[in-house]
């Protein structure tokens, strides 16, 4: 089998991963990017809708970059965040990130008068060109860059298994192309996992064809310590029927250039939220919308999967097209923009926890495994942040490389995981195909542990994994035995990948027994400062998991009451 | 920062005249099939015995190209190979070509009858899917990136969007191949040196930003045979981002070509100076102008072009003119001056 030996290698190449590979580079390491899809084309980078103005750039005031902290520490991330990290990260991104940026060529909308294009409010946000697809040339521009410095890439490759030294030290990673079907392992002294946040996990999910945990998965396999698994964050305002539209989004923040955004009407025809009046900061919504549709529910005014609507029929058409893609959706649909507004309804969106890392380094807690991006569970993700993720991690691997020996992997590892996948392509049994697989997993984590978790309904999701992994996995069918572009076979090595990551976040969700922001549990309806301002760390412990809390410094800002309804917090 | 008030859109849209009329919308596609419906859909596979498989699939409402073809894998055709992974028109690769036009899978509605291929003009891997090497190297070629000649100021720089209005318009690209597949000139193969639409787009975005070096610009234009380019907007009908590829990208790049690098602009000086000098197209003056005497080499489609009346070897040596002189001449050299 084929082996390339690297000094690092990076697994994602959306936001976190390209930053950390180009700054890499530049202090004269050796890099090498493995992609699933393709660099800055696939995973949750490319979404990014608009970039969140920090600090004091472009006039703002002082004011604005207390609200913008609070924003992340609050409404952001519920005060489960290393408000230390925060703080340097919103530093890091006024003095650094946007400049680097511009300097590099990506097009900050302005005006014909030149003026920088703003939203208003307390927090303001601009867009990379246009509004709603911001992540599109920002993306390309780092794909560019990566391209122009001649960093390598391994894309359309999966990565199915993080590989060790003997020391147990991770060293390097199996990759499968999944266009040739060739195999390849990578040897590095320094593995950085970039693999994103925003998992396909539930049935309705913003989370693309390519995206199935793997990060977590992998790294959970080699011992990593977790994070706050449970904190999964949902969009409120994506097409209900069909599913199959379940991506496009009426996109609830403020606009560029405009005082007004989409508003949320139940299915009596009464609004029930408006950003602009709705939302204390006016920004960073999704979890005060959630909590606005919940009561929506109990009321029997709308459905998490729909029976509630969105639009901008109380904005002109031209408004919404000056700067923002808003519009693309209806006139597709046939749809009158904007006087017709739109079913919508809940998709899960961005996990907020994942590996559990220090935040000086992005060290994971094995070691020669980093993280970078949304997949640490230190906070939820953003472009800006992940973009920050990627150059601590690259000052960190920097920092460790010389006590990371090159030593060589475990070879026993590599011809067990040749084999697995061998395996798994030829699936022979007489049960369902890889997707059939896919579709059952997402609509048991829809069903029992969607928007609103109980007890009863997660342990029963936990059996019904129990069987799919006991029952169904040894009697996966495939039909393709082919190599060359086989996507059951990619298929069937997510959906064991998939099981894994839906067992930890849903005994992650048994273990904290509160409500919090966009974390619903009707038998603990409160938010309980008192004993669950915490991290919920999930160790490995020999075949099983040990659960521990850990406290967070509060340096900033820090909530206000003990015990409250969650549903009646403002965060 | 400002508030800025919406700029009015106004306009026809050339590349949708006739849409409506002929009830190419998608409003009318879709509202030609009822849940349930059978879709007759037709799919060029790359191995078996058939080239082409075909399947019936029951219409969903707002069915899209992408959400047959998922549903033909999830119930028909577990082994089916195409590619996509956003699924919201951000990604760009699940372009292919629904009955005979391109189309990006997720954004297009599906239409009762369908045949679905693979874009031309790249090799095929297995069934839909294309080898897009051949397209990312001539976009890695050309560079395009942005090189600054002043250094860079702080945050934010001088720039408005009057400047940037064709650039912004080539960063709406998604890379997904519509254009490169639909490009006649690209379908001649190697038979010219020209990028393609795709490329050039991609250069766009950099060469008509008013930040980057001219020398650099120049640099990149010299690898693109861009007036290879025919201008019959084949590109600009299927862009699914709308780009107006020729009148906004294609354009502005020859321009800036003709600017920077003349040489490559020679056939469409000489086109430009007889027009000007004639008021007619005189085909004989154009070759022998862009060719010189070279042209008098191949005698056969000399005789072949004189049969046919289309050179007038007399009328070319004595600089015939036509009563159109004058207005060409005023027009012409006002106009385009460099």
Known sequence: ?571 | MTLASAPAQAGIDARRLGQIEMGDTLAARNSRLAVGDNIVVRIRRSEGSATYQDFQVPYQKWMRVLDVLNWIAENKAADLAYRWFCGSKMCGTCAVRMNGREVLACWEAAEPKMTIEPLRNLPVIRDLIVDRTAYENKVAQLEPWLERREPYPPFPEPLNHKQMKDASKALDCISCMCCYSACPVIGLGNLTDFAGPAPLVQLGQTALDPRNDPDKVKRSLQLTGIFNCVSCYKCEEVCPAGIPIVSRIIEPLKAKAAQLVPGMAKHSFALRDIVAARGRVDPGALVLRVQGLRALANMSRLIRLLVRGKINPLKTLFKIKTAATEAAGRILRAGVGK
């Open chain 1, 1 to 571: 089998m084929k082996t390339i030996t690297t000094d690092v290698v990076i697994v994602g190449g959306g936001a976190a991963g390209c930053y950390a590979a180009l700054n890499l580079n530049r202090s004269g390491i050796r890099t090498l990017i493995v992609c699933k899809g393709l660099v800055g084309k696939s995973g949750a980078s490319l979404f990014a809708g608009n970039l969140v103005i920090s600090g004091r750039l472009l006039g703002n005031t002082a004011e604005n970059a207390s609200n913008t902290a609070e924003f992340l520490i609050k409404y952001h991330n519920q005060f489960l965040i290393d408000q230390n990290w925060a703080r340097r990260c919103g530093q890091w991104i006024e003095s650094t990130y946007y400049p680097e940026l511009e300097e590099a060529g990506l097009y900050f909308r302005r005006d014909d008068a030149g003026e920088v294009v703003t939203s208003p409010g307390k927090i303001r946000s601009v867009a990379a060109n246009t509004q709603g697809n911001s992540g599109v040339p920002f993306m390309d521009l780092r794909r560019k860059q990566v391209i122009r410095v001649g960093i390598p890439r391994l894309e359309e490759t999966v990565v199915t298994a993080l590989l060790r030294k003997s020391d147990g030290a991770v060293g390097g990673v199996f990759c499968l192309n999944i266009i040739t079907g060739e195999t390849v392992v990578v040897a590095a002294r320094a593995v950085i996992l970039a693999t994103g946040y925003s998992d396909r996990l539930h049935k309705r999910s913003t989370g693309t064809r390519e995206m199935s945990a793997d990060g977590i998965a992998m790294a959970w396999r080699v011992g990593a310590t977790l994070v706050n698994m449970e904190m999964q964050w949902w969009h409120t305002n994506d097409i209900a029927d069909p599913p199959s539209w379940q991506r496009m989004q009426v996109y609830p923040n403020p606009m560029l250039g405009s005082e007004k955004s989409a508003r949320m009407v139940n299915s009596a025809g009464e609004e029930f939220f408006n950003q602009q009046q709705d939302d204390p900061l006016a920004f960073g919504p999704y979890t005060v919308q959630l909590k606005a549709l919940a009561k929506q529910v109990r009321a029997g005014k709308a459905r998490y999967d729909g029976g509630y609507f969105a639009g901008f029929d109380h904005c002109d058409a031209a408004e919404v097209d000056a700067y923002t893609t808003y519009g693309k959706t209806y006139r597709q649909l046939g749809l009158r923009f904007p006087e017709q507004l739109v079913e919508t309804a809940v998709t899960s969106h961005y996990r907020q926890g994942g590996i559990d890392v220090d935040t000086e380094t992005m060290r994971s807690s094995v070691p020669g495994l980093y993280v970078a991006g949304g997949l640490g569970g230190h906070s939820n993700g953003l472009i800006a942040l992940a973009t920050y993720d990627g150059k601590v991690v690259a000052d960190g691997v920097q920092r460790d490389l010389p006590a990371l020996g090159a030593g060589a992997l475990v070879e026993q590892d590599v011809e067990i995981e040749s084999r697995r996948l061998d395996g798994l392509r030829n699936s022979s049994g007489d049960g369902p195909t890889p997707l059939k697989m896919k579709e059952r997993v997402r609509a048991l984590m829809w069903d029992k542990v969607g928007v609103e978790k109980s007890d009863a309904g997660m342990r029963s999701a936990l059996d019904e994994i129990e069987q799919i992994r006991l029952d169904l996995l040894p009697g996966m069918r495939i039909a393709n035995r082919g190599t060359s572009a086989n996507y059951e076979w990619l298929d069937a090595i997510d959906v064991v990948n998939m099981i894994d990551a839906c067992e930890l976040i849903i005994h992650s969700s048994l273990e904290r027994k509160e409500s919090r922001g966009p974390f619903f549990r009707q038998d603990f309806p409160l938010t309980d400062n008192t004993n669950w301002l915490v991290a919920n760390v999930l160790k490995k412990s020999g075949n099983g998991m040990k659960f521990e809390q850990r406290k967070y410094d509060l340096p900033i800002f820090r909530p206000d009451f003990a015990t409250k309804d969650n549903l009646e917090v403002a965060w």
